[in-house]
């Protein structure tokens, strides 16, 4: 995948958003874990590069996680029983299933635990046929956040 040059970068997560918002690549390289977003994140109108008043879409953005440790992936699925069981994924296979274009991964929630550096992502990975979408959790410790993009997309609003 080949690294592209973006004009805004930021680490200050309170003025933006993933809610809502769709991966369809990821990368691991040299302890940093990506994601591409094709259709963006949301940036609020607290955000100096947003002159409106609404919280609007980024073109195509990447988000960067500089991590410290192990990711720990889990993915809830019922089993033939109709129990939901916890299968741990591996951070490779969690790369590859995406860039292979089994599952896209569509970011619900993210908490930071303060003190720790440690990410909590709550999501869906998202596929054609039914149930359509599994839950899963993601354990990421990042020292850092890096949110890039180019332009902001003022007629898409949150």
């Known amino acids: 995948m080949e690294q592209k040059t973006y004009t805004h970068i930021d680490t200050d997560d309170s003025v933006l958003s993933l809610h809502d918002c769709c991966a369809g690549r990821t990368r691991?390289?040299?302890?940093?874990?990506?994601?591409?977003?094709?259709?963006?994140?949301?940036?609020?109108?607290?955000?100096?590069?947003?002159?409106?008043?609404?919280?609007?879409?980024?073109?195509?953005?990447?988000?960067?996680?500089y991590l410290e440790d192990d990711v720990n992936i889990y993915v809830f699925r019922k089993n033939i029983f109709g129990k939901i069981i916890r299968e741990e994924w591996t951070l490779e296979e969690l790369v590859r299933l995406i860039n292979n274009n089994t599952y896209s991964l569509e970011f619900l929630y993210q908490y930071q635990y303060k003190g720790n550096n440690e990410q909590l992502v709550k999501g869906w990975l998202l596929f054609e046929k039914e149930p359509f979408h599994y839950e899963c959790q993601l354990e990421i410790p990042a020292s850092k956040i890096v949110y890039r993009w180019n332009n902001l997309c003022y007629e898409k609003t949150w």
């Not at 390289?29 to 094709?38: A, H, K, P, V």
């Open 28 to 65: 691991y390289d040299n302890g940093i874990l990506s994601f591409y977003f094709e259709k963006g994140f949301w940036v609020t109108p607290l955000h100096h590069a947003n002159y409106s008043s609404e919280t609007v879409r980024t073109d195509c953005s990447q988000v960067d996680y």
